[in-house]
């Protein structure tokens, strides 16, 4: 089936510095990603919606200049958090969605990444 | 106002009874209907998905549908422990997105 890998699983970092994260389809061409952030004991919120080649599209409330998001190709796609600060500590899962209707209608998954920025 | 609404929980059933959970939806538009589980720190799993009114069983699990009222249920047969976590609602509309319900934790107490 489907999959995406997310790299890193988790990672802590300094207030003030940036952190990538990067989301790779690993069988499939991710035409769409989905950017997502969760905070404890709360949903999924939708951060951002990139498709390949094009600029990402940004929820309301969503800093464009300090969330980046790259989806330079049809399998990778990448997030960076820039200046984190410790309000920026969450939990980031994309999501690829390819131009396939699959059994899920295409939304794969990454395993999230764990950002603690101290 | 929310998109996608669900009792928060804590849902809590004995071993082996049947977990029933709620979803309800505002835009009438929506046309794919998705349940995922979420176990703590985890990523959500997909469980089940539901395009048309009616009933849809795989296993212990039967998603329900109903448009009209726009709402939308997961039952969960035969609860395990296993079960226990986060169930997330997901409702897809032409927009190409998925909207997250809040989620209702489940605990199946042996």
């Known amino acids: 089936g489907a999959v995406v890998s997310q790299h890193p699983s988790w990672v802590i970092c300094k207030s003030g510095t940036s952190v990538k994260i990067e989301c790779r389809s690993l069988?499939?061409?991710?035409?769409?990603m989905f950017w997502y952030r969760q905070f404890p004991k709360q949903s999924l919120m939708l951060m951002a919606t990139?498709?390949?080649?094009?600029?990402?599209?940004?929820e309301q409330g969503v800093e464009k200049d300090k969330f980046l998001i790259n989806h330079a190709s049809l399998t990778l796609s990448t997030l960076t958090v820039t200046s984190a600060h410790p309000e920026d500590s969450s939990f980031y899962i994309c999501?690829?969605?390819?131009?396939?209707?699959?059994?899920?209608?295409?939304?794969?998954f990454g395993s999230g990444t764990r950002l603690t920025v101290v | 106002q929310k998109e996608v609404e669900q009792n928060s929980g804590p849902l809590s059933v004995p071993e082996g009874a049947i977990a029933s959970l709620n979803c309800t939806y505002s835009?009438?538009?929506?046309?794919?209907f998705f349940w995922y589980r979420q176990y703590s720190g985890k990523s959500p799993e997909l469980i089940m998905s539901?395009?048309?009114?009616g009933d849809k069983e795989d296993g212990r699990f039967t998603a329900q549908l109903n448009k009209a009222s726009q709402y939308v249920s997961l039952l969960i047969r035969d609860s395990q422990p296993s079960d226990s976590a986060t169930y997330l609602c997901?409702?897809?509309?032409?927009?190409?997105?998925?909207?997250f319900g809040g989620g209702t934790r489940l605990m199946v107490k042996p």
């Open positions: 999501s690829a969605r390819s131009g396939r209707v699959t059994p899920n209608y295409g939304y794969t």
């Open positions: 069988d499939f061409q991710a035409t769409t």
């Open positions: 990139s498709n390949e080649g094009s600029k990402a599209t940004y």
């Open positions: 835009d009438r538009g929506s046309q794919s």
């Open positions: 539901i395009y048309s009114n």
């Open positions: 997901a409702v897809n509309n032409a927009g190409n997105m998925l909207t």
